[in-house]
Structures are given as C-alpha cells and as structure tokens.
C-alpha cells in the first residue's frame, strides 16, 4: 500500500497550541527513531538491524540475523561507531536474540504496547535493505494472529503489515505513529510477507531468558473508579498478599495497596506486572506507582534478583 504523509492540510496542535502539519510530526517521529536502529553483521555475512532496547547497551534483533556468527555480531550504530557485542540469549522458535554492547547511555525508543495495535494502524518499518542504511517505510496493521514456529505444534503472535521489507531489514523495529516500537520485523515467519514479532511478545521473552525480578507480592486485576469526576475508570493490581521480609514490604507497601505502575508502564495483570518488572528495573530499583485509601503515591523499591 502507497502510503501519502506529505499531505500539509491535516494539523496537528502541539501542547503550546502551535499547528503543526501531520507532515512535520512524523519526520519529526522518523528522524528520533533512526537513531536507535543499529546495524547488526557477523563475519563474511551480510547486515541486519536492530534495537537499541535499553540505554544500557541491550540490542534487540532475529535469531536468523545472528545465527552462526559465533556469539559476537558486530554493531554499528547511527553515527557510524562500530562496537563488538556479545549473544546473551537467542530463541529461533521466536526469532529473536538479546545482544549486549558495553556502552552505556545509548538512545533507546519507548516500548509500545502491541497487543493494543488495531487493523489500520499506521505504522513504520526501520532497517538497512540490500544494504542501504537507515531506510524507512510505512504502511498500516493488516492483520494479527498466529503462524507456526517452525517446530512441530509451536507458534508465535506476529503483526502483519503492509510495510515493505527486504534483507537488512530483519531485526529492526516495527514503530506506530507515536514512536514506539510495537514489533520487530522479520522475514522468517512469513515468507513473502511482511511479519513482525510483536514487542509484548519480546517483553515476555527477555522476563523469562533475563534476570527475573522479586518483588515479594501476590495481586490480583482490579478496576478502580476514576480519582477525579472527568478521568476514565482505570485498572491496576490488588496488593493481596505480602512477603513480610520481601523487597516491597521493606519499601513500604502493603497489602490492600493497588499498584497501578512500574517505571510509568502500566500494570493490568500479573503478566504486565512481570513483564514492566524485566523492563523497568534501573540501577537495582523499581520505580512503583500506587493508590492507598483512594490517594495516589509513588515509592521506589530496592528490588532484587529471584533465585
């Protein structure tokens, strides 16, 4: 699908009440994007993409990119800076590998949340096809579901799209109109397809490969009545059971509190509380926004590392 966004009639209003054309806005969402699309090559193989997933040096791209490049793909980010990097984790069934690069501080775009993507949803593709770096296009959401994995019974949830993808493009994002990555693109499930692993899919991923985060509570899903008359209903987790020598408890919270947040990720549900844990922790703490007696508060938690 053609996708027209030079159209100047369309405007937006920024929060200063200023216009700014649709056009504007998203070369605007491109040009911050690129900056963490990395290009990923192995010895005598040909260039992938990838993610910066994390400003800690985490990188993010297909199994298939990395397979056989015994462990240590090289990376070169936007600016041209060549880094070694090493294989910390890879699932073929997924299509996905974890990369580390010691750098730190490096430009990392926010997490979307995929499983909210609509049909129609316009989105962008990042990568280096046939070799051409920093190449993007757009296209919209045409389906979601799943396809086979590739081993026996095993499947994956993919989004599919119209986007344009060639090789060099596997393992770079997948990113809606706000900027934020709702998939990584791969060729692998689809064939001629233009497939991506959806980005709740790699959060799920890196909670159960990483280092899985204790946070010594037991929830349940709540919904909770708007704090002020003109805010919509809301949903968080229900503080229901306390390890009393736990991470939390020791921070303060207890049970009956309703956690809403973890590092500005919101939480609905055990699984999003695990998967904003995997994602949010920085520097040991967990950053937790809260309602107690119907007030909302914030704490940070020195959690730690589950045996």
Request: aromatic share 4%.
């Amino acid at each position: 699908m053609a996708v027209d966004i030079k159209s100047e009639d369309a405007r937006l209003t920024s929060p200063e009440s200023k216009p700014v054309s649709v056009s504007d806005a998203i070369v605007a969402m491109v040009e911050k994007a690129r900056h963490s699309v990395v290009e990923v090559r192995g010895r005598g193989r040909g260039a992938g993409a990838g993610i910066i997933w994390g400003s800690d040096g985490k990188i993010i791209t297909n199994y298939h990119v990395v397979a056989g490049t015994g462990g240590k793909p090289q990376i070169q980010l936007y600016d041209g800076t060549r880094l070694e990097s090493k294989l910390v984790a890879e699932n073929s069934a997924l299509d996905l590998a974890l990369l580390q690069v010691e750098k730190a501080s490096l430009p990392a775009l926010p997490i979307g949340d995929s499983a909210k993507l609509r049909i129609g949803e316009l989105v962008f593709a990042f990568g280096h096809p046939w070799g051409h770096r920093d190449v993007v296009t757009a296209g919209i959401v045409s389906g979601l579901g799943r396809v086979g994995g590739g081993r026996g019974d095993r499947s994956a949830d993919y989004v599919r799209s119209d986007v344009r993808l060639a090789p060099g493009n596997s393992g770079g994002p997948l990113v809606n109109a706000r900027g934020e990555v709702v998939g990584v693109n791969s060729m692998i499930f689809g064939g001629d397809l233009s497939v991506a692993v959806p980005s709740h899919v790699v959060l799920e991923w890196l909670a159960s490969t990483g280092k899985r985060v204790y946070l010594g509570v037991g929830v349940r899903p709540v919904r909770i009545s708007p704090i002020q008359p003109d805010n919509n209903p809301t949903t968080g987790v229900l503080v229901i059971n306390l390890d009393p020598t736990g991470p939390a408890a020791r921070a303060g919270v207890r049970i009956g509190d309703i956690v809403l947040s973890v590092a500005k990720q919101p939480v609905v549900d055990t699984a999003t509380l695990k998967r904003a844990l995997a994602q949010g922790v920085a520097e040991g703490k967990a950053d937790l926004a809260l309602i107690r007696g119907g007030k909302p508060f914030r704490l940070d938690v020195a959690v730690t590392e589950a045996a």
